[in-house]
Each structure stands twice: as structure tokens, then as C-alpha cells.
């Protein structure tokens, strides 16, 4: 989206619980920003476009399902976390700029493979 490496935004209670995909997004050549609130969310997303979202379905009691709409039509990948009883599933709702939203849900290790894809469908990987 914006210059030549692609862009992640990742919304959490605390950067620490993103640190395994921040670090694979990273080695994949994207640079990372963290929002630990609706409101920091908001404001990264107006002050510029993210190729790749990854929010939690619920954030402090606001939901995040708002996001989507934000989104839509930006070329943004944008994925939800639902917490189950032992981790999580990833719920797409939209996959580069088109709204999925009601497609099947990933598990963890499939979220890596989705993210990768949509990575290496941005921009070349890092540079050796």
C-alpha cells in the first residue's frame, strides 16, 4: 500500500500477545504497528492504509466489528480473533480489499498460512 514493504497493524491488549505473528510478519518483510485501544486503532487507520488487520472480535468491552467497515474497499486484509476454551480461531473479513466475512474460520497455524500468502501477494520477501 503505502511504500514498498507491506504494513500490519495488530490491535491488542498488549503488543506482547501478537509478539509470535509480529515477529513472523516481520521476517516476511512487514512492517508492524500495535493499537492497544479502539481509539489508537482509529487513529492509525485515518492517519494511513495497512495492507494486513489483525483485531481481536472484541476489545475492552467495545466491539471491533466496525473495523470491516472502515476497511472495506481499502485492499486491506483484515482478520478477527475469537477466543475459544485453548486459544483462539481467526474469523477473515476481508481478504484484500473484498469483504469474506461469514467464511470459514482459521485456526492458528492456518492464520500463518493465510498471512504469508497475503504477504508474499504484496511484495517480494526480505532481502538477503
Known amino acids: 500500500m503505502e511504500g514498498n514493504r507491506p504494513t500490519a497493524l495488530l490491535i491488542g491488549e498488549s503488543p506482547q500477545g501478537y509478539s509470535h505473528l509480529a515477529k513472523r510478519l516481520q521476517e516476511r518483510g512487514c512492517d508492524c504497528e500495535f493499537a492497544t485501544t479502539w481509539q489508537e486503532a482509529e487513529s492509525r487507520l485515518q492517519a494511513r492504509n495497512f495492507d494486513v488487520v489483525l483485531s481481536p472480535a472484541r476489545l475492552r468491552g467495545h466491539g471491533m466489528l466496525a473495523l470491516r467497515t472502515q476497511l472495506d474497499q481499502c485492499g486491506t486484509t483484515l482478520f ?10 481467526w474469523l477473515p473479513a476481508i481478504r484484500c480489499g473484498k469483504n469474506c466475512f461469514g467464511s470459514s474460520a482459521l485456526q492458528p497455524s492456518e492464520l500463518i498460512s493465510a498471512l504469508d500468502e497475503t504477504i508474499a501477494g504484496i511484495a517480494p520477501g526480505p532481502t538477503v
Do not use: I, K, L, R
Open 80 to 89: 478477527y480473533s475469537y477466543a475459544v476454551e485453548d486459544g483462539c480461531w
